[in-house]
C-alpha cells in the first residue's frame, strides 16, 4: 500500500486504481472521462452539483435504485428513445427509419455552422465532423465485420473511441481535418449498408450469432448474436445524435 497525501492537480491516465480505498478525500473539481465505476461503494458521501454521464444501472442512492428513475425521465424527454429497443425486424426498420429522419434534422442544422465551427470541440468532446466519424467507424465494426464479415472493414476516416487501444489494421487519425461534404458521404454510404441489412432481417436471421471473422479488430474475433449488434448500432446514433445536438447548440452561442 502506498499512501498520497497530497495529489493536487494530477493527471491519472490509464491507470488501475481497482480495490483502492478512499477515506477523507477532497475530489472537488475533479473531472473523469471513460472510468469504469462498477462496484464502487461510497458511504457518507457529499454529492452536490455533479454532472454524470454514462451508463448506469443498479445505481442505489440513499437506498433507491435511480437507474429505473433515470430511463424513465429520458424516455419523457425522449419519447421515440423506446423505439430504439426493437425485439423483432418490423420494429427494427421503424427505429431506423426514426434514426435517419432525425439525423438528417441534425445534419441540415449543421449544414448552416461554418464549416471551420463543425472541427471545433466542445468541452473536450469530439467535434460535430468527428462524431460522423467515429458514426462511420461503428458501422465498419459491428455491421461490416460482425454481421457481414469483413475482417478489416475500416475507412482510414473512421474514428474509434479515444481509450481503444492501438489495434493492426484499425486507423486512428484524429488530425484529419476532411470537408464535412466527405465524411457526410462517406455517411451515406454506410447508413445505406444499414438499411440493407435491416430491410432484409427475417425473424431467423435476427435470432443468428455472426460468425466468427479473422483477426486483429474490433469486436474481437468471436460470434455475436445479430440483435446485439444491431442495438449497438442504434445506441450509437441515438445517443451520438443527443451529443450533436447538443454541441451544436452551445456552438450556436459562440457565434452570437
Excluded at 465505476?37 to 451508463?55: A, F, N, P, S, Y
Excluded at 442544422?109 to 462524431?131: C, K, N, Y
Excluded at 473511441?161 to 454510404?189: C, K, Q
Aim: aromatic letters at 8%.
Amino acid at each position: 500500500m502506498t499512501d498520497f497525501e497530497d495529489l493536487r492537480g494530477s493527471r491519472f491516465d490509464r491507470v488501475d486504481l481497482s480495490d483502492a480505498r478512499f477515506h477523507v478525500v477532497h475530489l472537488n473539481d475533479a473531472q473523469f472521462r471513460a472510468v469504469d465505476l462498477t462496484g464502487v461503494e461510497m458511504r457518507g458521501v457529499d454529492l452536490v452539483d455533479v454532472t454524470i454521464q454514462g451508463e448506469i444501472e443498479n445505481l442505489t442512492i440513499n437506498g433507491v435504485d435511480v437507474a429505473p428513475l433515470i430511463d424513465a425521465e429520458l424516455n419523457r424527454r425522449h419519447p421515440l428513445r423506446l423505439k430504439m429497443r426493437p425485439t423483432d425486424p418490423a420494429g427494427f426498420l421503424e427505429a431506423w427509419e426514426i434514426l435517419e429522419r432525425l439525423w438528417g434534422e441534425t445534419v441540415e442544422r449543421a449544414q448552416r455552422f461554418p464549416e471551420e465551427m463543425l472541427h471545433q470541440s466542445v468541452d473536450g468532446e469530439w467535434s460535430f465532423i468527428e462524431t460522423l466519424r467515429h458514426l462511420v467507424f461503428a458501422t465498419d465494426s459491428w455491421i461490416r465485420r460482425a454481421i457481414l464479415g469483413d475482417p478489416s472493414p475500416w475507412d482510414p476516416l473512421a474514428l474509434p473511441w479515444d481509450e481503444m487501444p492501438d489495434t493492426p489494421g484499425v486507423p486512428r487519425d484524429r488530425d484529419a481535418r476532411p470537408s464535412l461534404d466527405t465524411v457526410l458521404e462517406l455517411r451515406r454510404d454506410r447508413t445505406a449498408i444499414v438499411r440493407q441489412v435491416i430491410e432484409g432481417l427475417t425473424d431467423a436471421s435476427l435470432d443468428a450469432d455472426t460468425e466468427p471473422v479473422e483477426g486483429p479488430g474490433w469486436p474481437e474475433s468471436r460470434s455475436y448474436p445479430v440483435r446485439t449488434c444491431l442495438r449497438v448500432i442504434l445506441n450509437e446514433e441515438w445517443e451520438h445524435r443527443l451529443y450533436a445536438e447538443r454541441d451544436l447548440a452551445s456552438l450556436e452561442t459562440r457565434d452570437r
